[in-house]
């Protein structure tokens, strides 16, 4: 309500008569505590911040318009004023009034619209797959490009599954010192965040999860090496375990799990991390619209002690997309991705050597080659799992060769199984590991094509031979020197002295070859004609 004396309340649920617009009201606020000098300075300060210059010049002109307003009353209604208002406080409190009134309607919406002006964009950004080196490059960019815009918000959707430690730990320490508000959203519903929760949700401004998530892992956070003394372990620990709590404290929420997720492991839903007290996170909500709105008039201490309140509703969030060469560094950093390459990689290799060409597959090969290893390296590989897998590949190819009726594919199915499932270190990358139908996939193709291999080296060996001295027993020739028993024949393009095992044979008849002796044919006399396709072909 105003000062004792003014006649009409510019403060509570209404102005003059029921169902005012309630930004109307707000309006009134601020423009009241804008003019009352007799307000707290912090008071004076957040109208000032809400009122954007364009409202604010409205005052001096309202209030002149008011003035004369006032002046030209009648001495009646004046008089009847006059008991209520001491010196120039009527004036100043309908000014304020007038000035609210004028404010709205110049700007054609609520305070808070207008407050939305001059403040800096909500940025978005998704991450899945696997937090690696790659994944942390896209997201530094895009912190430094929310702090140029001085950004209201810069949402990350962490619905990664797995982390490397060592880079995901790396950029837990920029998130934590961001010079704008960092959201954390563990979504969509089902998403696993497992270590990745763990590092980002810690640091970040605000801690948010969907419903049905979690993060953590069942083993311990932080494994050191066996080898290590009992110190330098307990080093490690606490030095984490410092760490995750510190951040936790800081922005209000319980550190009572941290302990545990580093020694032993721990998994939390978010029932579970709301559940605590204090939480663990700050609010669980479905989607990014939701997130929003849960998100509106929430206060973040920055680093340095700067707080900033969120004002978000009613504005569009703007996606930070990877660029064209940041989406290639993340599809290969992709453990799946990286050991199909590595796959036709070696394929394509073998086939260069078994089949004549100019090279083509052989490039094409060192090219997934290079590919699979750019994956690699950013991904902590145990390489004595690589080279099972090529062990692997030997013995399949060596079962065309070698008469083994399949037990070296059997065996290297075997190796390249449990290679795979032991390609990358669970220690330094908890949740990063090659999908099971992909290595189902591979396993089953490769022991088909060694399968179909097999099959076609034994029909093979089983076929008559068709080529040189030796394939031409069997076939028809025509005599075309008498054959008295020696004369010459035609065969196969060719003429060939011939030996006759059964007596003369007159030029123009046929007779089959039945062995070839030092660059010479044995053949025997046909008893019947052959047919003119038996003569095309060569056979009867």
């Known amino acids: 309500m105003g000062k004792p004396g003014f006649p009409i309340p510019l403060r509570g649920g209404g102005v003059g008569k029921p169902g005012f617009p309630t930004f109307f009201s ?120 929310a702090e140029a815009a001085n950004a209201e918000a810069l949402i990350i959707q962490l619905s990664a599954t797995g982390a490397v430690l060592r880079d995901a730990r790396a950029f837990a320490d920029q998130l934590a010192r961001a010079r704008v508000p960092v959201v954390v ?19 970040a401004h605000v801690a948010a999860m969907a419903p049905n998530t979690s993060f953590g892992i069942v083993e311990p956070l932080v494994r050191p090496d066996p080898n290590a003394s009992d110190a330098t372990r307990e080093l490690l620990y606490t030095e984490a375990i410092a760490q995750l709590g510190a951040w936790s ?54 680093e340095g002690g700067e707080t900033r309140t969120l004002s978000v509703l009613g504005r569009a969030p703007q996606p930070l997309a990877p ?44 090219v997934l080659l290079l590919a699979s290893g750019v994956g690699l390296i950013a991904l902590p590989v145990r390489w004595l799992a690589v080279l099972g897998l090529v062990v692997a590949f ?8 070698a008469p083994s009726h399949g037990a070296f594919t059997l065996v290297g199915a075997v190796i390249l199984v449990l290679s795979t499932l032991n390609l990358f270190d669970s220690a330094q990358a908890p949740g990063v590991g090659v999908a099971l139908w992909a290595i189902a996939l591979v396993v089953v193709l490769l022991i088909a094509f060694a399968a179909t291999g097999i099959y076609l080296v034994l029909r093979t060996r089983g076929t008559p031979v068709t080529t040189g001295q030796e394939g031409l027993v069997g076939r028809l020739a025509e005599v075309r020197k008498r054959l008295d028993p020696e004369g010459m024949v035609f065969v196969e393009g060719a003429l060939w002295r011939a030996i006759s095992e059964n007596g003369e044979v007159e030029p123009g008849e046929w007779v089959r070859v039945t062995g070839v002796y030092d660059l010479r044919l044995t053949v025997r006399r046909l008893v019947e004609e052959p047919g003119p396709l038996d003569r095309l072909t060569g056979e009867q």
């Open 26 to 145: 707000r309006g009134l606020f601020l423009a009241d505590a804008l003019l009352d000098n007799h307000q707290p300075e912090g008071t004076r300060r957040r109208a000032r911040h809400n009122l954007t210059p364009r409202s604010e010049k409205a005052v001096v002109a309202a209030g002149g318009m008011y003035y004369h307003a006032y002046t030209s009353m009648s001495d009646r209604y004046r008089k009847q004023c006059a008991w209520q208002v001491a010196g120039g406080w009527a004036v100043a409190r309908i000014v304020a009034l007038l000035v609210a009134l004028l404010a709205l309607v110049a700007v054609a919406g609520p305070p808070r619209a207008m407050a939305a002006q001059g403040r800096g964009p909500i940025y978005t950004l998704t991450l899945d797959g696997v937090v690696s080196r790659y994944s942390v490059g896209y997201l530094e960019r895009a912190l430094r490009e």
């Open 185 to 203: 959203h563990v979504a969509p519903p089902g998403t696993r965040s497992g270590a990745a929760g763990v590092w980002l949700l810690a640091p």
């Open 323 to 366: 660029t064209a060469w940041e989406q290639l560094l993340l599809l290969l950093a992709t453990p799946t991705v990286a050991f199909l390459l590595l796959v036709l990689a070696g394929i394509a290799i073998y086939a260069e050597f078994v089949t004549p060409g100019v090279g083509v597959l052989a490039g094409l090969g060192i």
């Open 249 to 302: 404290r800081e922005r209000g929420r319980s550190d009572a799990w941290v302990e545990q997720a580093v020694r032993e492991g721990i998994v939390i839903n978010n029932e579970q991390a709301l559940a605590s007290t204090p939480p663990a996170i700050d609010l669980v909500a479905r989607d990014l619209n939701e997130l929003l709105t849960t998100l509106e008039g929430r206060a973040v201490t920055l």
């Open 394 to 401: 030997g013995l399949i190819v060596a079962d065309l060769y």
